[in-house]
T-cell receptor, first 110, second 114 residues
Framework: GQQLNQSPQSMFIQEGEDVSMNCTSSSIFNTWLWYKQDPGEGPVLLIALYKAGELTSNGRLTAQFGITRKDSFLNISASIPSDVGIYFCAGPDATNKLIFGTGTLLAVQP | NAGVMQNPRHLVRRRGQEARLRCSPMKGHSHVYWYRQLPEEGLKFMVYLQKENIIDESGMPKERFSAEFPKEGPSILRIQQVVRGDSAAYFC????????????FGDGTRLSIL
């Protein structure tokens, strides 16, 4: 089945640093979604991407839909402590169920 | 979390008991999805329902698990004769339409089996 691999698995950074994480797939996706999950809560949608090459921003977050449709990346600029959490990429398969990536754990030291 | 309501937030059951998890989708959403998350893993799809219909249950175990989304009321995920391996966080998501519509998630039900 379709799988999404995220890297890095975890990141430990200083407040103010920029962060970059990516997501790759062995097959094509027509939509890429980026979610953030805080401990004890559900995933919150950050950015949705619908077209190959699309670059979309949401505040300090920027995400891009790869040209090959097999990858996407998420950048966070000027990180702050509340950026801590697990970031998941996800994409819907042909029946619209979401396939989730393996997650990137972000820790930000003040 | 964008209006998807799940209850209870935490549920403790003994082996062999039944667990019933409820999900009320966002207002105006008629598509509901259930996912399961084990510790330190991503979410795994279980079942997709539209009002009164199961659209895709390919991720749901064939035995002991069932789901419904009646015309009135919340969607229910039911686990009969629970076992220790059922311990997980169960998340519900909803979308307004099928197709390229982002799914919005509730805060989940954390099921613990004693």
């Amino acid at each position: 089945g379709q799988q999404l691999n995220q890297s890095p698995q975890s990141m430990f950074i200083q407040e103010g640093e920029d962060v970059s994480m990516n997501c790759t797939s062995s097959s094509i996706f027509n939509t890429w979604l980026w979610y953030k999950q805080d401990p004890g809560e559900g995933p919150v949608l950050l950015i949705a991407l619908y077209k190959a090459g699309e670059l979309t921003s949401n505040g300090r977050l920027t995400a891009q839909f790869g040209i090959t449709r097999k990858d996407s990346f998420l950048n966070i600029s000027a990180s702050i402590p509340s950026d801590v959490g697990i970031y998941f990429c996800a994409g819907p398969d042909a029946t619209n169920k979401l396939i989730f990536g393996t997650g990137t754990l972000l820790a930000v030291q003040p | 979390n964008a209006g998807v309501m799940q209850n209870p937030r935490h549920l403790v059951r003994r082996r062999g008991q039944e667990a019933r998890l409820r999900c009320s989708p966002m207002k105006g959403h008629s598509h509901v999805y259930w996912y399961r998350q084990l510790p330190e893993e991503g979410l795994k799809f279980m079942v997709y329902l539209q009002k009164e219909n199961i659209i895709d249950e390919s991720g749901m175990p064939k035995e002991r698990f069932s789901a419904e989304f009646p015309k009135e009321g919340p969607s229910i995920l039911r686990i009969q004769q629970v076992v220790r391996g059922d311990s997980a966080a169960y998340f519900c998501a909803s979308s307004q339409f099928r197709g390229n519509q982002p799914q919005h998630f509730g805060d989940g039900t954390r099921l613990s089996i004693l």
